[in-house]
């Protein structure tokens, strides 16, 4: 019975601390995002720069550059790579743009570089953009021909309106507007952080009631069990009402707009605002810090206002409506992987990796592979956790064999990547993923452990020609198939 109520507790926490942490000012955007991207955006457009015939020296660094610029999670990158993918872009730049976006964005390098040094920061950025182009092109290769088949249609539309369908002004100015409210919210700059106005609510139970969401949830950053806050409990309060309200609001509003509509944004826009707020209990009540971010997220949902009102109404119809879609595609979805998660951390022990990974052996390199697909963080969280490790004796190469696959291959993005793509094609990403992150960290292990650099080049040109081969004979394979 112990063991079951440490279970339950543990997913429990794991859901209750990402809900509260990590959702509101990141995958809430997010999704507003790939609703107007699937909306509002010509789908010519999409198909010009990441459809399947558009020239590879384009399509990929394009996607990678996108992907560079958002500071997101897997999770977070989901709705994106759903909202292009769905619009017509080729499986490869789509992937590409999956892998790259929480490995290798900008954020993510500066922290690592910040924290882990500058030589991490280096080969992820290097490797991400190799493997992340890399895996794209072996996708795109292995399943050309059910890509062709699905993009057939959108590139005969995209061929006739060529040339003549680029995206409306003010299109791109909402589309500027929610992306910034996703960078606000996520980046760790001063301005954001600095405190402009404080004040305190009284409440003399503000301190015990905090403990009590402590015994309950309990602090663990060994496993990255983050706790829940007076502040978390009820941003997750705020987030069940606009789904309550979101069902008829959002699910119905291609029907007409409707007063559940209006009390869905206007919650969704409180709770960003309340989500950037600095929250505390202490012993005189809740101690609350107005901070830049608290007015960055504020002047951001109050601007969208006036810029909605120039697009016709049903314009926006479908955008509130492609928004609720990919809600209910993914968020179900995520929920369950963020749980299932907490559940298996439970019976995993930090102590564990640190004795296998404190070589560069292919097992421990495996090691950070799997321990980033169950013992999952979210991005800036795996740095910290990763220097940690490295304290602890894990060897560099497996540190960035995790680094590498933390960010991609968490349990709740399989589920999420085989409802959008389809199960095979998901696995096959996974396990390319699983292998190139494997490489890598066997690759700069063996760097760091000083292998001459053309021992490395055999070794990474033999690799490179063994995956050759084995495309090879899948393409072989498929076209007598067809045949």
């Not at 059910?146 to 040339?163: I, K, L, S």
């Not at 409210?181 to 700059?189: A, N």
């Not at 605002?273 to 007015?295: E, M």
């Not at 969208?304 to 479908?318: G, K, S, V, Y």
Request: net charge neutral; proline share 4%; glycine share 10%.
């Amino acid at each position: 019975m112990d063991i079951l109520v440490s279970t339950l507790q543990s997913g429990a926490a794991s859901l209750a601390s990402y809900l509260a942490a990590h959702v509101l000012l990141c995958l809430v955007p997010a999704f507003f995002i790939a609703g107007a991207l699937a909306a509002l955006v010509p789908q010519q457009s999409i198909i010009r720069f990441l459809g399947p015939d558009a020239p590879k020296t384009l399509s990929y660094p394009a996607a990678a550059g996108a992907g560079s610029l958002l500071a997101v999670c897997s999770c977070t990158i989901q709705p994106l790579f759903a909202g292009i993918y769905s619009k017509g872009a080729g499986l490869g730049p789509a992937i590409t743009f999956l892998f790259f976006a929480p490995a290798a964005n900008i954020l993510a390098l500066s922290y690592t570089g910040v924290a882990l040094g500058a030589d991490f920061a280096i080969a992820r950025i290097v490797l991400a953009l190799c493997f992340g182009v890399g895996i794209g092109l072996l996708m795109a290769l292995i399943y050309r021909r059910e890509d062709a088949a699905r993009t057939a249609n959108n590139a005969a539309f995209a061929d006739r309106g060529h040339g003549s369908v680029t995206i409306a002004r003010q299109t791109l100015v909402f589309l500027a507007v929610l992306v910034a409210l996703l960078i606000v919210g996520t980046l760790k700059v001063d301005w954001l952080s600095a405190p402009l106005l404080s004040a305190i609510v009284p409440w003399d139970g503000a301190s015990s009631a905090q403990a009590l969401l402590d015994r309950w949830l309990p602090i663990n950053a060994l496993k990255g069990e983050e706790g829940l806050s007076l502040q978390g409990l009820a941003l997750i309060m705020l987030l069940l009402a606009i789904g309550l309200a979101a069902w008829r609001g959002l699910g119905q509003v291609d029907r007409g707009v409707n007063r559940l509509t209006h009390l869905t944004l206007g919650l969704t826009s409180i709770t960003l605002v309340f989500a950037a707020l600095i929250v505390r209990a202490d012993g005189a009540g809740l101690a609350l810090t107005l901070t830049g971010r608290s007015v960055a997220v504020a002047l951001l949902c109050a601007s969208l206002i006036p810029l909605a009102r120039r697009f016709e109404l049903w314009d926006m119809q479908q955008w509130l409506w492609e928004t609720w879609r990919f809600i209910k595609m993914i968020f179900p979805l995520l929920v369950v992987g963020v749980f299932l998660v907490g559940v298996i951390r439970n019976f995993i022990e930090p102590e564990w990796v640190e004795f296998i990974a404190g070589s560069n052996t292919v097992l421990a390199n495996l090691a950070g592979v799997v321990f980033g697909v169950f013992m999952y963080f979210p991005t800036l969280v795996e740095v910290p956790i990763a220097k940690m490790f490295l304290s602890l004796g894990m060897h560099p190469g497996p540190l960035i064999a995790y680094l590498m696959a933390d960010p991609e291959l968490s349990l709740q993005s399989i589920l999420i990547t085989s409802a959008i793509i389809g199960k095979l094609k998901a696995w096959t990403y996974v396990g390319l993923v699983a292998l190139f992150s494997t490489a890598a960290g066997l690759t700069y292990g063996a760097w760091v452990d000083g292998t001459p650099l053309t021992t490395l080049a055999l070794i990474v040109g033999g690799f490179i020609l063994a995956l050759a081969v084995a495309v090879h004979l899948i393409e072989r394979a498929q076209r007598l198939a067809v045949g």
